[in-house]
Nanobody, 118 residues
Framework: QVQLVESGGGLVQPGGSLRLSCAAS????????MAWYRQAPGKERELVAR???????NYADSVKGRFTISRDNANNTVYLQMNSLRPEDTAVYYC????????????WGQGTQVTVSA
């Protein structure tokens, strides 16, 4: 099992930046994939960014060039650097972990609110 705790959310003006952190309860070195999802009011949860072993990353088209996902194996933490934030980025952001490619069990954090507003 792995517990995930997000932090770093908050209120920011359009064009601003935030960095979200996801702290894991155990080593993430061997975890197959970790990701950030988000869910805005009235919308389905969507993938924002994912990072796999060997640091293979992929992003939603809506955040490409603005968001960067990274992992710090030494500190068991995954980050999401968000730049040039827009009001449409407003959502609850969730951290996600899939331990192995064949895993049927996945893990979620409790979420952190990001609000982009003037």
């Amino acid at each position: 099992q792995v517990q995930l705790v997000e932090s770093g959310g908050g209120l920011v003006q359009p064009g601003g930046s935030l960095r979200l952190s996801c702290a894991a309860s155990r080593s993430i070195f061997s975890i197959y994939a970790m990701a950030w999802y988000r869910q805005a009011p009235g919308k389905e949860r969507e993938l924002v960014a994912r990072i796999k072993k060997a640091d293979i990353t992929n992003y939603a088209d809506s955040v490409k060039g603005r968001f960067t996902i990274s992992r710090d194996n030494a500190n068991n933490t995954v980050y999401l650097q968000m730049n040039s934030l827009r009001p449409e980025d407003t959502a609850v952001y969730y951290c996600y972990a899939k331990p192995a490619i064949i895993s049927t069990t996945t893990y979620w954090g409790q979420g952190t609110q990001v609000t982009v507003s003037a």
